[in-house]
């Protein structure tokens, strides 16, 4: 979970580890003036880690886990959806206290927000065609086919960690969205969550 950097009480409390540093004057997690108030959470739209359910009520992972965490706080949770590329830049400019998204914590994010402990553990999966007609098990493989002439497409999350991977290898990639209706391609590398 990202929080801005001086959000309210609540969100300072989350952000103690991740990238380091934290709030020394943060409260007790108690809401100002004592009674419950409202986070406004943004969330991507991404099952199974932040999005709207068929009746518009957040749902997912990362929800259950702001809930739990926010409400023990005194605060509830009200669910903002935005595209991935606005998280943080809709974080920094006051639309919301709070990122809850699955997001890969690294670097270059942790100089724009600051991050809570990690709550999902996840790394990179290959989807591929049934029988694995490429025979590729990772990005090396992917790329190795490239290079010898395979005629692949590979699909990554367009913001995802694992497009970052792909340009790092020199893999043209198809980046798609994140709530993708139809599968047309094969490879595809996606984030998997560990049991």
């Keep these: 979970m990202a929080v801005r950097a001086g959000a309210a009480s609540a969100a300072a409390l989350l952000a103690l580890t991740a990238c380091g540093g934290g709030d020394d004057d943060a409260e007790n997690g108690e809401a100002e003036g004592g009674g ?17 359910n068929d009746d518009g009520e957040p749902e997912g992972a990362t929800i259950a886990l702001a809930e739990e965490i ?18 943080i830049p809709g974080l920094n400019a006051d639309r919301y206290e709070a990122v809850s998204a699955g997001m890969s914590i690294l670097p270059e994010r942790c100089e724009e927000a600051a991050f809570a402990e990690p709550e999902i553990m996840y790394t990179t999966a290959l989807l591929v065609e049934e029988g694995n007609p490429y025979g590729v098990e990772d990005l090396n493989d992917v790329a190795e086919a490239v290079e010898s002439g395979e005629d692949l497409t590979l699909a990554t999350l367009s913001s995802g960690v694992e497009a970052t991977y792909v340009d790092e290898l020199g893999i043209d990639a198809e980046g798609v969205a994140r709530q993708m209706t139809e599968w047309t391609w094969s490879p595809a590398a996606v984030p998997m969550c560990s049991p």
């Design 36 to 52: 419950e108030e409202t986070i406004t959470v943004a969330i991507a739209g991404e099952v199974p880690y932040s999005y709207l």
């Design 70 to 87: 926010f409400g023990q706080m005194g605060y509830s949770i009200e669910a903002e959806v935005t595209d991935w590329d606005s998280l």
